[in-house]
C-alpha cells in the first residue's frame, strides 16, 4: 500500500485557509484520492478540548512554554490518532496548520525560538513533515479585516497586537526560505480567484 500524501496549510490570522481547504480537498477528489481533512490544534475528541483551552479568551494570558506544550500535546494526539493511521491506509491527509504554526506563533511571535519548536518536533513527530505546505501569506492588516468581516467574536490569537502577529508573519516566511521545496508561498492578500490560481499551480506542480 503507497502511503498517503500529508498536505498542510498555514497562514496568519485571516489568511483564507478554511477557503483554500475546500478547494484543495476538491482537486484531490477530483483525482480519485480518499482525502482526511483534518485541524491544529485539533482534529480528536481530547485534542479539540485541548484547542477550546487555547482559543477561548477566558483562558487569558498563558507562560509561552505551556502554549507550545499544549500544541504539541494536541499535536501528538491528532498524529497517533488521525494522521499516521490515514496516511498509512493510502490516504492523503489535508491537515489546517501543523507544527510550522508552532514554529511561527510559539517560536516567532512569542519568542521561544526556532530550535525549542525543532526539538520538540524532533521528539513528538520524528521524520515526518508535509509533504507540501502551502503557506498564505497575507499582509496583517488585510487578515485582520477579514477576521473583522466574519462577525465572529475573535479567539485569544485573534486578540493578539499587530506586533506579535507581524512576527508570525515573518517567523513563517523565514521558515519558507529555508525550506523551498515543501513551502510553497501563495500571495493571499490577491483576490479569491487569484488565490485559487495560485494554489492550483502550486498542486498541478507539486503533486502531479
Ligand atoms: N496556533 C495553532 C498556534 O499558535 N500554534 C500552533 O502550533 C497551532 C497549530 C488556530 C489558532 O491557533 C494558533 C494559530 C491560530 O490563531 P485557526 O482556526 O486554525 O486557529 O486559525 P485562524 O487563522 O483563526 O483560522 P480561521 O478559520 O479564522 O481563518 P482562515 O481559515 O485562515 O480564513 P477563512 O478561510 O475563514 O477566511 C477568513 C475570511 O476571509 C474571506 C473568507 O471568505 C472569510 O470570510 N477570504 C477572502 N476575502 C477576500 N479575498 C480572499 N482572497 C479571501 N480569502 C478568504
Not at 521528539?123 to 499582509?139: I, K, N
Not at 485573534?158 to 523551498?180: G, H, I, K, M, N
Request: proline letters at 4%; one cysteine or more.
Amino acid at each position: 500500500m503507497k502511503r498517503g500524501r500529508f498536505i498542510t496549510l498555514e497562514g496568519g490570522e485571516g489568511a483564507g485557509k478554511t477557503t483554500a481547504a475546500a478547494l484543495i480537498e476538491r482537486w484531490l477528489l477530483e483525482r480519485g484520492r480518499t482525502v482526511v481533512r483534518s485541524r491544529e490544534p485539533g482534529g480528536t475528541p481530547a485534542a479539540e478540548k485541548i484547542r477550546h483551552l487555547l482559543l477561548d479568551p477566558e483562558t487569558g494570558e498563558l507562560d509561552p512554554m505551556t502554549e507550545l506544550l499544549l500544541m504539541f500535546s494536541a499535536r501528538r494526539e491528532n498524529l497517533v490518532r488521525m494522521i499516521e493511521p490515514a496516511l498509512a491506509r493510502g490516504d492523503d491527509v489535508l491537515c489546517d496548520r501543523f507544527t510550522d504554526a508552532s514554529r511561527a506563533y510559539q517560536g516567532g511571535g512569542r519568542r521561544l525560538g526556532i530550535q525549542l519548536v525543532n526539538r520538540l518536533a524532533a521528539l513528538v513527530h520524528p521524520g515526518l513533515e508535509p509533504d507540501l505546505t502551502l503557506l498564505l501569506d497575507v499582509s496583517v492588516e488585510t487578515g485582520m479585516q477579514r477576521v473583522a468581516g466574519r462577525g465572529k467574536a475573535a479567539d485569544r490569537f485573534e486578540q493578539s497586537r499587530t506586533d506579535f502577529l507581524e512576527r508570525v508573519r515573518a517567523a513563517y516566511l523565514t521558515q519558507a526560505r529555508l525550506e523551498p521545496e515543501r513551502i510553497v508561498v501563495i500571495d493571499a492578500d490577491r483576490s479569491l480567484a487569484e488565490v485559487e490560481r495560485q494554489i492550483i499551480r502550486a498542486l498541478e506542480r507539486c503533486l502531479l
